[in-house]
């Protein structure tokens, strides 16, 4: 693996299909030892996950990360509420956005960048049902055309 290489641990699809993504921000995550052994060996889900903004501080809640086998007593709890490390601009710019009607913070990526573990946040906007609908046609077109594509080049 290359020093600035993006080595994926886990992504949350439902974050694309349930919110417009508008801004990405990279974040760093305050984990414990254990944690960071058990991410190396890709146990974390952040399908349930959400973050908010507290007293300054950014937390993401509800991220699974499982026990280490071989940690023992040095395991957290799998649902603790972990710290992210941004920049205090930075916060206090994700905080006057989320104050406007509709936005929120969603977590997309979670990876190691180099040797640190990595979050990629989105400020985000939810969708309607009809918009969910008219991406799910939007797909559904561009795979057929591919079909049809790859048909007529076949023959």
């Not at 699809?13 to 760093?28: N, T």
């Not at 889900?45 to 026990?67: D, L």
Request: aromatic share 8%.
């Amino acid at each position: 693996m290359a020093k600035d290489g993006k080595k994926l641990i886990a992504n949350n699809p439902k974050s694309r299909h349930d919110y417009f993504l508008d801004e990405y921000i990279e974040a760093g995550l305050e984990l414990v030892g254990t944690e960071v052994k058990s991410l190396r060996t890709g146990k974390c889900s952040i399908k349930e996950a959400w973050v908010r903004i507290q007293n300054g501080e950014v937390y993401i809640y509800q991220m699974h990360i499982s026990p280490y086998e071989k940690g023992n007593i040095f395991n957290r709890d799998p649902l603790r509420p972990r710290r992210l490390l941004l920049h205090k601009n930075e916060i206090l710019k994700l905080s006057q956005k989320i104050k406007e009607k509709g936005y929120t913070l969603v977590p997309v990526e979670v990876y190691f960048k180099g040797s640190r573990v990595k979050i990629e946040i989105a400020l985000a906007r939810g969708k309607k049902n009809y918009d969910k609908r008219r991406d799910i046609a939007n797909k559904d077109q561009k795979r057929e055309a591919l079909r049809d594509f790859k048909i007529r080049n076949l023959k």
